[in-house]
């Protein structure tokens, strides 16, 4: 077990580079299966939900083999099909693309319930509606916590319109998954626009998928009858920079956050200029620090374009940051249950209100260290800001979740001045070396 000590209160400035894109990793490292072919994907953040993945593969006897520190080539030619170890699927919830990919190349796919963050109800009833609507029949095994999906006799999914009833990143990926290789053209409607949808399809068509309208309302997959290898490098992580952007702001610093496509993180440079932080943008980077007064704002989270949920605690610890009693108001508007961080951050000062999905921001001017842990992969990070703009030390536990999603956080904060530290708990913890 590990834990993060931070002594907060210094200023950051420097620059750090961002890795590449968590939510595309998994679902492209997934859908390498039905290449089954030798894939090169480039790019890879170093995170435990990426080595998860890598793991379950290699569990179901694909080639799996690091030519780079962040890029990887996998070979799924002799892939076993419901092969995937529970225990390993149970870790991330993205090892549900294990569904839309099985299906999708061997006409039936066997896996475990998906794990991950528990944000409330997330229910994968619309993953099972789109693979129905292409002629499979899905069940599910409550007593082995077990989904079996299978294609109609012959063994090829059939192409047909799939409306999703909400917006849903998940469904709208792994449909396009089970689709690829079905017969026929396949349209899904009411499809989500996230840009790591966006990714997984130009991953899938360089393998020869026929794949147009991703990042709109329609996606439209017209079905081959066998995909190829290709070398991909995957997106940059917007997450990981609109946490370094507040970050910046939040210590009241300057930082450049390099690697990154600008316009996947509009929404989060709109509301941040909002607050009178000053964000310049650069062709592949933003530069961002105060301006001379902080101003209160108002947000809710939305699909893309929108605010992203996952940034829904960063940003409030930066609401908390405002001078006392300006008030600001957070609305969450995907996972109902995103404000369990709130009793971490009331230990540090906060003072916050939550009714529902809705929080009730007033500004204390300056948080204090305490010990917190992290209850969620983006709710632990919010305890590393807030713990690196407070007074004194803070000590976080759990850090496992962050784990999940930031490649190499400590040493990138180091780098631009941050008193920061991973430890190993124990009766009288044990530094670890730098």
């Keep these: 077990m590990e834990r993060i000590i931070i002594t907060g209160g210094k200023p950051l400035y420097g620059e750090i580079s961002v890795s590449g894109f968590k939510n595309a990793a998994a679902p492209i490292i997934f859908a390498t299966i039905l290449a089954q072919d030798k894939c090169v994907i480039e790019n890879l953040p170093d995170i435990s939900d990426v080595r998860v993945a890598l793991d379950i593969l290699t569990a179901m006897g694909a080639y799996v083999k690091y030519t780079g520190d962040t890029t990887v080539e996998i070979d799924t030619t002799n892939i076993n099909p419901g092969g995937a170890p529970v225990e390993l699927v149970r870790k991330m919830r993205a090892s549900y693309y294990l569904l839309g990919a099985e299906l999708g190349r061997f006409g039936k796919a066997t896996v475990g319930t998906p794990g991950g963050c528990d944000l ?82 130009n991953f899938l068509n360089s393998c020869g998928a026929e794949i147009s309208g991703a990042g709109t309302d329609s996606i439209r997959i017209r079905g081959v009858k066998r995909l190829h290898g290709t070398t991909y490098a995957i997106i940059p992580d917007m997450i990981e920079a609109g946490t370094y952007m507040i970050l910046a702001a939040a210590t009241n610093g300057k930082l450049k956050i390099s690697n990154l496509i600008p316009k ?135 850090i496992f979740h962050i784990q999940r999603g930031y490649d190499n956080i400590v040493e990138k904060l180091k780098s631009v001045g941050a008193d920061i530290d991973l430890v190993t708990i124990s009766d009288s913890y044990t530094k670890i070396s730098d």
């Design 264 to 398: 996947h993180v509009e929404s989060i440079t709109a509301k941040l200029e909002e607050m009178g932080i000053i964000v310049e943008e650069g062709d592949e980077s933003v530069t961002v620090y105060r301006g001379e007064k902080l101003n209160k704002v108002n947000i809710k989270t939305l699909p893309y374009p929108g605010f992203p949920t996952d940034m829904n605690p960063q940003i409030c610890v930066m609401m908390c940051l405002l001078d006392n009693h300006t008030k600001c108001t957070l609305t969450e508007g995907v996972w109902e249950n995103r404000f369990r961080y709130v009793e971490e951050l009331k230990r540090m000062g906060a003072c916050i209100t939550v009714n529902g999905r809705r929080a009730e921001v007033e500004g204390v001017g300056r948080l204090h260290g305490a010990k917190v842990r992290a209850v969620d992969l983006r709710a632990g990070v919010a305890m590393v800001i807030a713990g690196l703009a407070a007074s004194g030390q803070t000590e976080i536990d759990e």
């Design 120 to 201: 409330g109800e997330r229910p994968i009833d619309q993953h099972i509606k789109g693979f129905e609507a292409l002629g499979a029949t899905v069940e599910v095994d409550e007593s082995t916590n077990t989904i079996v999906a299978t294609a109609p006799e012959g063994g090829r999914l059939i192409g047909d319109s799939v409306y999703l009833d909400v917006v849903t990143v998940g469904a709208t990926i792994n449909i396009m998954l089970a689709a690829v290789l079905a017969e026929g053209t396949t349209v899904i409607e009411n499809a989500a626009h996230e840009p790591h949808i966006v990714d997984t399809a």
